[in-house]
């Protein structure tokens, strides 16, 4: 059973820039969510994608997007990038629809505006 | 708006004694909390859960206290072991299926 893994691990963009984050799901998950981790904070939910459709957002802009794929991988897209948008971008798979909450999370990717 | 809060963000425990850390919450419709372990350079990893049905759930030396009238649970671990220190996250499940992240205590065992 593999686990969740996320690419890149480390990232340094620049203000104003782009960038795509990629997750790929546990084996037998459906559902993925990614989260934002802020230094010395929890995680903050950021969206959720089941069947390749957002399913629930969290208090985040417009220009954070995602996309899930036939095979439950996932990107999260941040456009226009902010000083503030630095921090450990973490993604987690789940099963939907079968009474638990087993998340299982990626390494992260720690994301650096400058 | 905070709706899980771990106040401490560290805690500091001699090996082979108890370590309790604690976690409020202000939303009484949250019916699942999850504990989540998270050493540097890793993901956070599942440790323990409770059913709101429940006051405790215990897993080795591991237990989750939940009490439903003070919007708080704790986690015990007993005896502490060096390989527990790690950040530890109080979650939720929100009415949309959603994790909802206190903000971490850092728990340190010394030997």
């Known amino acids: 059973e593999t686990g969740v893994t996320q690419s890149p691990t480390h990232l340094i963009k620049t203000r104003g820039q782009q960038v795509t984050l990629r997750c790929s799901s546990q084996?037998?998950?459906?559902?993925v969510s990614w989260y934002q981790q802020a230094l010395g904070q929890g995680p903050q939910f950021i969206f959720q994608?089941?069947?390749?459709?957002?399913?629930g957002r969290g208090n985040f802009p417009p220009r954070f997007s995602g996309l899930q794929f036939p095979n439950y991988s996932s990107e999260l897209n941040v456009n226009a990038l902010e000083l503030d948008d630095s921090a450990l971008y973490l993604c987690?798979?789940?099963?939907?629809?079968?009474?638990?909450?087993?998340?299982?999370f990626g390494s992260g990717t720690r994301l650096t505006v400058v | 708006d905070q709706q899980v809060k771990q106040n401490s963000p560290s805690l500091s425990v001699q090996e082979g004694r108890i370590s309790i850390l604690n976690c409020d919450y202000t939303?009484?419709?949250?019916?699942?909390f999850l504990w989540y372990k998270k050493y540097p350079a890793e993901g956070p990893t599942f440790l323990i859960s409770?059913?709101?049905?429940?006051d405790k759930n215990e897993d080795g030396r591991f237990t989750v206290f939940l009490n439903k009238s003070a919007k708080h649970l704790s986690l015990h671990i007993v005896p502490s072991q060096p390989g527990d220190s790690a950040v530890y996250f109080c979650?939720?499940?929100?009415?949309?299926?959603?994790?909802?992240f206190g903000q971490g205590t850092e728990l340190s065992v010394k030997p």
């Open positions: 987690a798979s789940s099963s939907r629809g079968q009474g638990n909450y087993g998340y299982t």
């Open positions: 084996s037998g998950h459906n559902t």
């Open positions: 994608y089941y069947r390749e459709e957002e399913n």
């Open positions: 939303n009484s419709m949250f019916d699942y």
């Open positions: 409770i059913s709101s049905i429940k």
């Open positions: 979650a939720a499940i929100n009415q949309g299926g959603k994790l909802i």
